[in-house]
């Protein structure tokens, strides 16, 4: 695994094949990384499934009211929806949305993201200064990689675990 700097502002998100080490960018997005950190020590995004995933483009997660694998994976609603907290305001940077890093999805609304969030599977960059940026992949990048493509999956990888490093 990775050389972690800032366990607080890390997360390990345990996959079927692996675990992935995110950095998140709190310094960037304040806002966004913190409710990652919430939703993380709250368990909800623990068996939570990738609900879309585009090969050469990114993996979709993060809607813990649809799409959680244990209680009430709903294929047909997975991705429209969100957490139990309010909305986020946008926290657009000049970060581009490169390999690895994490950006906040949202419904056209700009200041809509809750819980759902990608992973860039090259460099998106037709994505800049639309969605929030708020974490990069710094290890297991090749585990992202192996996650089941489709929109959705007709057998979705999901997030077995997800946990705030410092409380690991």
């Known amino acids: 695994m990775a050389d972690i700097k800032d366990p607080e502002n890390t997360i390990i998100i345990t996959l079927k094949d692996g675990p992935v080490v995110i950095e998140l960018l709190a310094d960037v997005a304040p806002l966004h990384a913190e409710r990652m950190k919430q939703l993380a020590r709250d368990g909800a995004y623990d068996n939570v499934a990738f609900h879309r995933v585009i090969e050469g483009f990114m993996a979709q997660t993060g809607d813990v009211e649809n799409a959680n694998m244990e209680k009430d994976y709903n294929p047909g609603r997975a991705g429209t929806g969100g957490s ?49 940026v708020y974490g990069r992949v710094i290890s297991g990048m090749e585990f992202v990689d192996k996650i089941a493509r489709g929109e959705p999956p007709a057998k979705p990888d999901r997030m077995i675990s997800v946990k ?3 409380d690991a």
Not at 105 to 128: E, G, T, V, Y
Request: hydrophobic share 35%.
């Open 164 to 166: 705030v490093a410092a």
């Open 84 to 132: 139990k907290y309010p909305d986020l305001k946008a926290e657009f940077s000049k970060l581009p949305h490169d390999r690895g890093t994490l950006g906040a999805a949202r419904s056209m609304n700009p200041n809509s993201a809750n819980s759902q969030f990608f992973i860039n599977f090259k460099d998106n960059h037709f994505l800049n200064g639309q969605y929030t």
